[in-house]
């Protein structure tokens, strides 16, 4: 079939993709049952402000944030049909830097309102506003949801500190969820969470993303073997307790999965060992 690059197909293609990152991770989400009762808190109640994950890198804040627009649109907003913004910033072209992030998400309200692309303005300044606007659109039958991982990583803000950009106060059936990395003794990562938090004002529309934690971690990876339809020796099952015990990110778990997928039952020791660190774990 001969590609659209007409605007709207474009726009249809971009979202095509965001949408296929976010349905790969909700394919392999388990747990969480407190931070998912946090987050049908939000969506489903009357704040009018946005709402910010944060977390180490590797902590599962592109999968939380996925099953959250899961969940909002499949089942915490019906009988609404909402309509449902996911971009993961910096895997695609127009969700890289500020500006085409802004416009693209314009771009994908006009198309499903019958909107003309014309009006869109292509500067940063300019096309905030005219998000803001669009995002009167929103009513009770049909909401708007807005959902951005990985926000620290946009480009091309004109303003000195790239996240003043983000609406703060939503009319009423709009909702944004944003996500950003915070590591403890990073300055630069310390500042844009310091920096939401001043102009959020409440600490109950912010989540850190921890950990899995060494029970959830193991019942995920069983469950992740047995939908991988492998199995283990009891001497490779504690090679990945002994593992867990170091680690339980969930970027951990995944390249621990990786790793002894690669293993048969007649392996012997000496190629049955993980590491116990992410960078290790990628060199492996």
């Not at 946090?38 to 977390?55: C, H, L, R």
């Not at 116990?276 to 774990?281: E, H, R």
Request: net charge negative; aromatic share 8%; charged share 20%.
């Amino acid at each position: 079939r001969k590609e659209d690059n007409s605007p709207q197909g474009k726009i249809v293609t971009e979202l095509l993709q965001h949408l296929h990152s976010c349905k790969m991770n909700c394919d392999v989400f388990y747990g969480r049952e407190d931070e998912l009762i946090k987050m049908k808190e939000y969506i489903t109640g009357p704040s009018n402000k946005p709402f910010v994950m944060y977390g180490a890198g590797g902590s599962g804040k592109s999968a939380m944030l996925s099953i959250t627009a899961y969940n909002s649109l499949k089942v915490w907003l019906q009988p609404a049909v909402p309509l449902l913004m996911v971009r993961f910033c910096g895997t695609t072209p127009n969700s890289t830097s500020l500006g085409p992030l802004l416009k693209s998400i314009c771009q994908q309200v006009s198309y499903v309102k019958c909107l003309p692309f014309e009006d869109i303005p292509d500067d940063t300044v300019p096309v905030t506003a005219f998000l803001k606007e669009l995002l009167k659109l929103a009513t009770k039958e049909k909401p708007l949801l807005i959902f951005l991982d990985a926000i620290d990583e946009l480009t091309g803000s004109q303003d000195a500190n790239k996240m003043s950009w983000l609406p703060l106060n939503l009319p009423p059936h709009c909702k944004i969820v944003v996500s950003c990395t915070y590591e403890e003794g990073n300055p630069a990562l310390a500042e844009d969470l310091d920096f939401l938090k001043q102009i959020v004002e409440d600490d109950n529309h912010f989540l850190e993303i921890t950990p899995l934690g060494t029970e959830l971690a193991w019942r995920i990876m069983e469950l992740w073997m047995t939908s991988a339809g492998r199995s283990l020796t009891n001497f490779q099952w504690r090679c990945v307790a002994n593992a867990l015990d170091h680690c339980t990110l969930p970027i951990f778990c995944k390249l621990v999965l990786q790793e002894v997928c690669r293993w048969t039952s007649y392996n012997g020791p000496e190629k049955t060992s993980l590491k116990t660190n992410v960078q290790d774990s990628v060199f492996q």
